[in-house]
């Protein structure tokens, strides 16, 4: 089956600069990457995704890519915000509308004001 | 703000009790996934429903069971529970085959002792 492995656990920057979180998959057939931002206590929040027919989507200071030949693909989050500070999971998908999201083990970013 | 709610909010097992969670989807969603997040984990499938069927599967033993009513509100009942079942367990909704995100519930804490 699928699996999703997250890198970095933690990451730790300062307000103003980049965050880069990346994730591999597995199953070459997966096709919708989404990814959550959750805060403590609360609900996983989509905050961007991504079609396999992509290679890249922006939403302001968020952006997703996805290589699909290395079945890698990464958040990009610019300008840094203390309330970006949250946990961030990346999931996989073999249907297109997030049948059987697979998810990674999260990664914990902390934004240093 | 989505309009996922689940009941109850926390809940406190024996180990060998069974156990029923509630939620109630989005207006006008017809699908709904359950996921189990234990402590500092990703969320895991659990299964879904779709149209009061379930079509899909994660890794959890059949005392983990389910219900989709024809409101779409859906229960999560496990049977026999163990220790390792305590995690916070998420509901999320969606339209199928319309293509859109998963709504996330704010989930309920389990806590089997």
């Known amino acids: 089956g699928e699996n999703v492995e997250q890198h970095p656990s933690t990451l730790s920057v300062q307000e103003g600069d980049s965050a880069v979180i990346k994730c591999t998959y597995s199953?070459?057939?997966?096709?919708?990457f989404p990814w959550y931002k959750q805060e403590l206590g609360k609900r996983p929040q989509l905050i961007i995704d991504?079609?396999?027919?992509?290679g890249e989507k922006k939403d302001q200071r968020i952006a997703v890519t996805l290589n699909k030949t290395a079945k890698h693909f990464s958040l990009h989050i610019t300008e840094t915000q203390p309330e970006d500070s949250a946990v961030y999971f990346c999931?996989?998908?073999?249907?297109?509308?997030?049948?059987?999201?697979?998810f990674g083990a999260g990664t914990i970013l902390r934004v240093k004001s | 703000e989505t309009g996922v709610t689940q009941s109850p909010t926390h809940l406190i097992k024996t180990r060998g009790q069974q156990v029923t969670l509630r939620c109630s989807s989005q207006?006008?969603?017809?699908?709904v996934s359950w996921y189990q997040q234990a402590l500092g984990q990703g969320p895991q499938f659990i299964f879904q429903?779709?149209?009061?069927?379930?079509?899909g599967r994660g890794n959890f033993p059949p005392r983990f069971s389910g219900l989709q009513f024809p409101n779409y509100s859906s229960e999560l009942n496990v049977n026999a529970l163990e220790l390792d079942d305590s995690a916070l367990y998420l509901c999320?909704?969606?339209?199928?085959?319309?293509?859109?995100?998963?709504?996330f519930g704010p989930g309920t804490r389990l806590t089997v002792t």
């Open positions: 999320a909704s969606r339209t199928l085959p319309v293509m859109g995100e998963q709504y």
């Open positions: 199953d070459s057939a997966s096709n919708y």
């Open positions: 991504i079609r396999s027919n992509v």
């Open positions: 999931a996989a998908s073999t249907q297109e509308y997030g049948n059987k999201l697979v």
């Open positions: 207006s006008g969603h017809n699908t």
């Open positions: 429903y779709y149209r009061e069927e379930e079509n």
